[in-house]
């Protein structure tokens, strides 16, 4: 089993963000998984020019770190996305990493696959709103979420030692999800929609995205 956690936070080793990730790892890894954990803000990576060859031949024109990255997330079994808040939103380099992901999403190509999301931010609350970003961005790449948690800088010591003691426990429980493939009913409802939804818009765009197309049309559009 393999877990792949992805740090979007640029502040290196004083990243509450990066401890946070690295507290779900740990859990993961004392229940047996292969772990990595990686800076997203130390990597190569250009943005998404929206030229849809990703669609048409499956692969991006950009030769940059995010073709070893994508790899990487393909083949995990679960990943722990975190980021800081940022005016309300992902870091620059998480939406980077996010927008060239297109073909993912409409291929639902983290089918199978569980996630924890962590978000960190200065202002009490704040990062709720990326969780919940996150958290609908992921069930859009066809992944369970096993949770999420966060914390403000703002709300002391202790109350960070105890979402890092929550983000060890959901490393253990993604372990746990992945081993009996647990399934969320009511995500899982919520997939089955996305699945029906995206492949009806590659079928409208069978011309223009034969790579997806070929995709759906090998797994007989199950």
């Known amino acids: 089993m393999y877990l792949l956690g992805i740090n979007a936070s640029p502040r290196g080793s004083k990243s509450q963000t990066k401890k946070l990730v690295k507290a779900v790892l740990d859990g993961a890894h004392s229940q047996g998984a292969a772990v990595e954990l990686v800076d997203l803000c130390r990597l190569k990576m250009e943005y998404c020019n929206a030229?849809?060859?990703?669609?048409?031949?499956?692969k991006c024109v950009h030769k940059d770190d995010l073709q070893i990255l994508y790899k990487k997330i393909l083949s995990a079994d679960g990943l722990v996305m975190g980021s800081p808040d940022y005016f309300h939103s992902v870091t620059a380099q998480m939406k980077t990493l996010i927008d060239r992901m297109a073909d993912t999403v409409h291929c639902q190509l983290l089918?199978?696959?569980?996630?924890?999301?962590?978000?960190?931010?200065?202002?009490?609350?704040?990062?709720?709103?990326?969780?919940?970003?996150?958290?609908?961005?992921?069930?859009?790449?066809?992944?369970?979420?096993?949770?999420?948690?966060?914390?403000?800088?703002?709300?002391?010591?202790?109350?960070?030692?105890n979402t890092g003691a929550r983000a060890f426990r959901l490393g253990e429980i993604i372990v746990e999800n992945i081993n009996k493939k647990k399934i969320y009913v009511k995500q899982n409802k919520r997939l089955k929609e996305n699945k029906k939804y995206f492949q009806d818009l590659v079928k409208l765009n069978k011309n223009e995205w034969r790579h997806e197309y070929k995709y759906w049309e090998k797994l007989n559009w199950k």
């Open 51 to 58: 030229c849809g060859i990703c669609y048409e031949r499956g």
């Open 111 to 161: 089918t199978g696959k569980y996630t924890v999301n962590i978000a960190t931010s200065g202002g009490k609350g704040h990062y709720k709103q990326v969780l919940d970003y996150l958290n609908e961005i992921m069930l859009n790449f066809g992944s369970f979420i096993t949770g999420s948690t966060g914390v403000s800088a703002r709300e002391g010591e202790k109350v960070l030692a």
